[in-house]
């Protein structure tokens, strides 16, 4: 480009002398460089820093390699109580070359493991592991072993999972809960049949998708037409940080902010949902379930609510913290109604021979029996883990809205 103007040709020759002169100055008041050797020199842009690692590794075998760099480090663990093993699996990691830690296990089963790895005795997450799963006070690294066809990622149509706030007027703040959509929800404009989700104590919204695979279940479940397309709505359960304050009449038992809860799903999260999304808002439509905890709130809700449910699946727990005549006297009135009763399609129980809440859950079944309800209960294999939550949401999920 010309520049014609006097004036502008006189200030860019001004600029460029103060540069040159500002330039001269400071080379003459500086020593001279001295060569910066591999300890000093900083990185260039991009460049890694430490040796490249690979964590996990999920070997084809089913054999997993945990792997961390920590130079200074005096012992390393894992923390994995879902990853079969007992007290004779060690869980140590030993340091190799480049002070990077490693622990192979397995083979291990088909499945999703959530783990963290302890340095010294302080948990961390995996550092070379993107994939996390959130509970109510902290985060997980998570694997996936594949070789469970009923939860993998395989290809099929696949639904979305979307984070979505709204505003609780129960609680007063907002809250989030995790909402699931079938493949063709969008471009679409069906109504759908809505199953209601709910997690154990100290998880969180984010659990059911990122350690309980409900998503690929579901997708799975669909494409080869052994369940209905449904949307599956997955609320915060925690109503504050986990405690266990107890509530006025249990005992001293914690109750986990249930009454909280409560409130919030029937005076928000189902109006929210129903609101907002294409559902069949009717109880033939309607169906709810929940593991541990949230297995309790399952049947607070829909006990109390029973012409609202067709529809509920109880997974390793009871009425938890509360004597039969204490739910007998508090539900009389829903218990003794035959209308609703019978208008309830399936009422759905499944927990492990090694759950430490097997009794309650034949105590429920029993207590619901009495009254002229017709609850289904399947023994499982297993404990309180995610390794029977996966199959229960897999064999609860086709029997509905049939």
Same mark, same amino acid.
């Given at each position: ?18 540069? +040159? ?9 500086? &020593? ?5 050797? &591999? ?70 089963? &088909? ?27 902290? +985060? ?46 969008? +471009? ?215």
């Amino acid at each position: 480009m010309r520049i014609t103007n006097r004036w502008s040709i006189g200030i860019i020759s001004v600029l460029i002398g103060m540069g +040159a002169l500002v330039a001269s100055s400071t080379s003459a008041q500086q &020593p001279p460089a001295r060569s910066a050797g &591999p300890a000093t020199r900083p990185a260039a842009r991009g460049q890694r820093r430490g040796p490249q690692i690979n964590s996990p590794e999920v070997r084809e075998d089913r054999r997993v390699t945990f792997r961390i760099h920590a130079p200074k480090a005096q012992a390393v663990r894992l923390n994995a109580g879902d990853i079969p093993g007992g007290p004779g699996q060690s869980r140590a990691f030993t340091k190799g070359d480049n002070d990077v830690w490693k622990l192979t296990l397995g083979p291990i089963d &088909p499945g999703t493991y959530r783990y963290t790895i302890d340095v010294d005795g302080v948990a961390t997450v995996d550092p070379h592991n993107p994939a996390i799963s959130e509970s109510n006070e902290n +985060a997980w690294s998570v694997v996936h072993v594949p070789g469970a066809a009923f939860m993998d990622e395989n290809d099929v149509p696949h639904g979305a999972v979307a984070a979505v706030h709204y505003h609780s007027s129960a609680l007063g703040r907002d809250r989030r809960m995790h909402v699931y959509t079938p493949p063709g929800y969008e +471009a679409g404009q069906d109504k759908y049949p809505v199953l209601y989700l709910l997690h154990g104590a100290s998880d969180s919204d984010d659990s059911w998708t990122s350690v309980g695979r409900a998503n690929f279940i579901v997708d799975n479940l669909i494409a080869a037409k052994k369940a209905k397309p449904m949307i599956v709505v997955m609320p915060a359960g925690h109503t504050g940080r986990f405690s266990f304050n107890a509530a006025p009449g249990s005992g001293g038992r914690p109750n986990f902010g249930a009454n909280a809860f409560e409130q919030d799903f029937t005076q928000d999260i189902r109006p929210y949902i129903e609101k907002h999304y294409r559902v069949l808002a009717d109880r033939d439509h309607r169906a709810i379930a929940g593991l541990s905890m949230g297995r309790a709130q399952t049947l607070n809700i829909s006990l109390a609510r029973l012409a609202d449910y067709g529809y509920v699946g109880v997974f390793s727990s009871g009425l938890l913290f509360r004597q039969p005549e204490q739910v007998e006297k508090e539900l009389a009135t829903e218990l003794n109604d035959a209308s609703a009763k019978s208008g309830l399609k399936l009422l759905w129980f499944s927990t492990g021979s090694q759950d430490f809440l097997l009794n309650q859950t034949r105590q429920t079944v029993d207590l619901l029996k009495k009254h002229g309800l017709n609850p289904v209960f399947q023994q499982s294999q297993g404990g309180h883990t995610w390794i029977n939550w996966h199959h229960y949401l897999n064999e609860f999920a086709p029997q509905l809205f049939q």
